[in-house]
């Protein structure tokens, strides 16, 4: 059980696997009011930067679960790094299976909605873990634009253009499946810009070393049409951000 070498690969030495810079994720913690001693639980947490940055700026405690073997470890190379490994912990297994043993007062899926099937399969996979009035905090993309083709549907990550909702139809979700929508922070083009554009001096950098690979051919194509998805496409049609939520 491991994420595919090419997901690994690809996101390099980023540290925030998703449109979030380091003063959005700071923003986050802040605006919803962490306290010392909050527990949260982070489904797909990549490699740890949401538990140990709000462990050293907040105090909170907290467990991460991801799949990739090698995100895991660089979480806990992270949490020594910031000094919290005595509040955080990463454990390797399958998020979408995962079950907590005691609840939390936050639980967390950034950009991994497909762990449930969507939004909402991961809201009830996420509550699961909830202790009584606690918060769950959700990472979705969303249209900012109505997509006008089938190609610019294909190039923001979706098969059909249902498979994400503008704004206002995504917090009509949340809010029909029965939570509040109480904060929120979004990405912005600049946010998007560092994240996609990291992947590309990472690919370039790795076929140079690497260009006998047999990912070599498909990192080459990437790294020729991924700029351009991006810039005509998903900086311009494709939002994303994270939804603090309160059951109603």
């Avoid at 947490?45 to 709000?54: A, D, N, P, Q």
């Avoid at 639980?107 to 497909?114: F, K």
């Avoid at 294909?154 to 979700?173: M, N, Q």
Wanted: net charge negative.
């Amino acid at each position: 059980m491991d994420l595919d070498r090419s997901f690994v690969i690809r996101e390099g030495d980023l540290r925030i696997l998703n449109p979030f810079d380091a003063d959005k994720l700071a923003t986050l913690g802040r605006a919803i009011r962490l306290r010392p001693d909050d527990t949260l639980l982070d489904l797909c947490s990549g490699k740890g930067e949401l538990l140990c940055t709000w462990a050293r700026a907040h105090g909170v405690r907290g467990t991460g679960v991801d799949i990739s073997t090698v995100f895991t470890a660089a979480a806990r190379r992270r949490a020594v790094e910031l000094a919290v490994a005595d509040r955080v912990r990463f454990v390797h297994d399958d998020a979408a299976g995962y079950l907590h043993p005691v609840p939390v007062d936050v639980a967390a899926c950034l950009g991994a909605s497909w762990i449930g099937g969507g939004v909402t399969g991961t809201i009830d996979i996420l509550a699961r873990a909830l202790r009584p009035g606690g918060m769950l905090l959700v990472g979705e993309p969303y249209w900012l634009r109505e997509p006008p083709d089938q190609e610019t549907v294909v190039d923001c990550h979706a098969t059909v253009r249902d498979d994400f909702h503008d704004l206002p139809g995504l917090v009509h979700r949340i809010q029909a499946h029965g939570w509040e929508v109480v904060e929120m922070v979004l990405a912005d083009r600049d946010s998007w810009d560092r994240y996609a554009a990291a992947h590309w001096l990472t690919l370039r950098r790795w076929l140079d070393a690497h260009p006998d690979d047999d990912l070599a051919g498909r990192f080459r194509q990437e790294l020729t049409e991924d700029p351009l998805r991006h810039v005509r496409h998903r900086r311009e049609y494709l939002g994303w951000g994270v939804f603090a939520l309160l059951r109603r």
